[in-house]
């Protein structure tokens, strides 16, 4: 069953925040985060285990709340670099290593 | 590392007719993926190889679409008989799962257009 995103879109003027929540109704093993730009193939972004952890690089990072199976994909300061569609992927407690299910995805729009 | 690359880049073709796409994968990864997108949405998962062994289909693939892995290297994905609504853009992905926390590596995708 395919994770659920949200917000669907987010407006941003440049060095603002947001935050991407991704959630599912299954158990999960990991929470993969992909930014794609229009015409372009998915970027991985992070991925994140069960256990709970954070992660990060930059200004931009993420969680995983595996009680809640939900993860949230944090963007500070944002630049007009950070624009495209977010995606969140995720693998279940009993497919690890097998197929990512996709959100249907968040369109950023960073402007000047 | 070439990374993933997919042939071709476009495709338009009648309805009714049949279409194959190749990917190749990076070369030491044995996991490869075939996902479908359409305009606003994320990738559809259509199907999984490890190395050559199809591990996973989509119960929602028609059984118009087949997907071959005949050597664990690169992967072809046919449609047969194509309607406008196969449409969308074909991405293929791949990953080494002998370790952890292995990303998917995607191809700049075939894109499908049915007339």
């Known amino acids: 069953q395919q994770p659920v995103q949200s917000p669907q879109a987010v407006i941003l003027r440049e060095g603002e925040d947001a935050v991407i929540n991704c959630s599912s109704s299954k158990a999960l093993y990991s929470v993969h985060w992909y930014r794609q730009k229009h015409g372009e193939a998915p970027i991985f972004l992070m991925i994140?285990?069960?256990?709970?952890e954070q992660k990060g690089h930059d200004k931009i990072s993420a969680s995983f709340n595996e009680k809640k199976q939900q993860s949230s994909l944090y963007l500070t300061a944002s630049q007009l670099s950070y624009s495209g569609t977010y995606f969140c992927g995720t693998e279940t407690i009993y497919n690890q290593g097998g197929k990512l299910i996709f959100g249907q995805g968040t369109e950023l729009s960073v402007k000047p | 590392d070439t990374g993933v690359s997919q042939d071709p880049r476009h495709k338009i073709t009648k309805r009714g007719q049949n279409v194959t796409f190749r990917c190749d994968p990076i070369s030491e990864h044995n996991r490869l993926y075939w996902y479908r997108q359409t305009l606003g949405q994320g990738p559809e998962f259509l199907t999984y190889?490890?190395?050559?062994?199809?591990?996973?289909k989509s119960r929602l693939l028609s059984d118009r679409f087949s997907a071959e892995r005949p050597k664990g290297s690169f992967s072809t994905l046919e449609i047969q008989r194509t309607e406008q609504g196969d449409s969308a853009m074909y991405l293929c992905a791949s990953r080494d799962d002998r370790g952890r926390n292995e990303k998917l590596f995607f191809g700049s995708g075939t894109q499908l257009s049915v007339l």
């Open positions: 190889f490890q190395n050559e062994a199809q591990l996973e």
């Open positions: 994140l285990l069960k256990g709970g």
